[in-house]
């Protein structure tokens, strides 16, 4: 069987560029699922060439989807729509769902430290104006600057069955994970020890089981 030797760009966890020597009929199923297993990744995952938006076909064979030696392919994290906008405006304060001994973040420049007891947990500012919209407010970055560049709702810290996400909620104002520009809307896993960047001010997050 014909090898081929590719470059495989994985973003989830900053893993990096991994060199791989595969058969050029191997499917592309098969390989997110070996990349999965060798680097302890959950979810759900898409292989592309770079430079090209469209993934690969899962259940097509590599040399069938133009992959040839020297190619560098990308496996991205699928990143789906979040409903937690919708969550917001209930104003609905929900406990996590297991029992951490303490989730928060730490501002960089102060130290100081904000803890997460309910989400959606809200980053941003408070509003005197309209206090209700403080409610979901977990992270107050009033006094963290002068001038504010952080919006009263910038992002938002989820949690589900233990795993936790954060999102961009502010249009005009983003919010970066580490580099990465978050798109607005969609939910992004956030490991323990990630930077949060919101405005001029950056966010460490931290769980103590």
Not at 9 to 30: M, T
Not at 80 to 105: N, P
Not at 169 to 195: E, F, H
Request: include cysteine; charge should be positive.
């Amino acid at each position: 069987m014909d090898r081929m030797t590719i470059t495989i760009e994985i973003l989830p966890n900053q893993i990096g560029p991994k060199r791989a020597n595969v058969r050029s009929s191997l499917v592309v199923g098969n390989l997110l699922t070996s990349i999965k297993d060798k680097y302890n990744l959950d979810g759900n995952f898409v292989l592309l060439t770079k430079g090209d938006r469209k993934p690969l076909h899962v259940d097509a064979p590599l040399d069938q989807e133009g992959v040839a030696d020297g190619s560098v392919l990308v496996c991205a994290r699928v990143v789906e729509a979040s409903g937690t906008l919708d969550a917001i405006k209930r104003g609905e304060r929900v406990t996590l769902s297991k029992g951490f001994k303490q989730v928060y973040v730490l501002e960089e420049r102060q130290l100081a430290q904000y803890d997460i007891r309910w989400q959606p947990a809200i980053i941003g500012r408070k509003d005197r104006r309209n206090p209700s919209n403080n409610k979901l407010l977990a992270v107050d970055l009033e006094d963290a600057e002068d001038p504010p560049t952080v919006s009263r709702h910038h992002a938002c810290i989820t949690e589900k069955d233990g795993a936790f996400f954060i999102e961009s909620i502010a249009d005009n104002n983003p919010t970066y994970l580490g580099d990465q520009r978050l798109k607005m809307g969609m939910k992004y896993p956030l490991p323990v020890g990630s930077r949060i960047r919101a405005g001029r001010v950056t966010l460490t997050f931290y769980i103590i089981s």
